[in-house]
């Protein structure tokens, strides 16, 4: 059986850049506010054994610390919705580049996991006016 790391909750410090997936293009904090409520008050997001153990992981948001591998993960919820006879993928067609900065009340849990997930908190609009920028989670084809 894997062991569970402990909760590494920390405050950031000199600034950090993560990515998130979000459902709208806008950058109006007031539309991508809703793309950053707590894992805790998505009815459709299941607990997981580690957020079992550590209830404030609900309280976080997931985020990926490189825009490759947000895209690799939306890949992969994509490919796993298709699979299940669905159209889209539920956290949104679009990833947000997000500035945690110093004195923001943002902290992070950087697990250094090969996929580059991470879990965030702070406040819900904060974490919206952080975002600067917005693109498509699926890279366009050149042809």
């Known amino acids: ?19 998130r997936f979000v459902g709208t293009a806008s950058l109006d904090p007031k ?10 008050e998505d009815p459709n997001l299941p607990t997981d054994l580690r957020e079992q153990k550590y209830p404030e992981l609900r309280d976080g948001r997931s985020a990926y610390c490189t825009e490759d591998l947000a895209r690799q993960r939306w890949d992969a919820m994509y490919k796993n919705a298709l699979h299940a006879g669905q159209s889209s993928v539920r956290q949104g067609h679009f990833i947000a580049e997000v500035v945690l900065s110093d004195g923001e009340g943002f902290e992070l849990e950087d697990r250094r996991k090969r996929d580059g997930h991470l879990t965030i908190w702070g406040d819900q609009l904060k974490l919206a006016k952080a975002v600067c920028r917005v693109f498509p989670a699926q890279e366009q084809k050149k042809g």
């Open 1 to 19: 059986m894997a062991r569970r790391r402990q909760l590494q909750r920390v405050p950031v410090e000199g600034g950090r850049i993560v990515f």
């Open 31 to 40: 539309e991508l506010a809703p793309w950053f409520i707590p894992d805790r």
